[in-house]
């Protein structure tokens, strides 16, 4: 979610599934859409998105189901009630960004999202943050993504941190999927 001025550079991506930022947004995501054709957020971006904030929300969500072999098989989904508490908050923006925002943008956050009365974060107001990055900067959202394990294809592969949430056990970790 950082902006960092003057970062074209120009050159090709050295991953070919990465769109470069002067090219169409998505368009070399081999199908995988983050914004809908309404420009709203896209079904796959949810799911994903409901994972990540189920990260750090309260009420904490059930742990997955997992098989014999101990491998996480489907995303974490956050319960109807959950919020991002203060510490919540901090805790997305320092995996996400590498730092907690500055109570200058918590502040906004407040003002202009979807809170509780208490002030956290709603999933609604999680999903506001992403459609206003997804518009103005796809690229931003897909290193978002990949911070929290998502490849281009939006599908959660293992990361240090899920890796270390399983029992200390090596375990890859991938959605549930129809296809």
Known sequence: MQRFEGSESGTQSPRP????????????????????????????LEISLKHIFAKYCIPRPPNPPVEGD???????????????????????????N????????????????????????????FLQIYQLQTENDEEETWRDLSNHGFDRMLKLVATRRE????????????PSSSS
């Open 70 to 96: 101990g491998k996480r098989v489907a995303l974490l989904e956050p319960p109807p009630s959950a919020y991002l508490s203060p510490e919540g908050l901090d805790a997305w923006a320092q995996d996400t």
């Open 17 to 44: 599934e990465t769109p470069e930022p002067s090219s169409i947004q998505g368009r070399r995501n081999a199908g995988v859409h983050l914004l809908d054709d309404d420009g709203g957020i896209s079904d796959q």
């Open 163 to 174: 890796e270390a949430e399983v029992d200390g056990d090596e375990a890859s970790i991938a």
């Open 98 to 125: 590498g730092a907690p925002f500055s109570q200058e943008t918590k502040d906004e956050l407040v003002e202009f999202l979807d809170v509780t009365d208490d002030g956290g974060l709603t999933f609604n107001g």
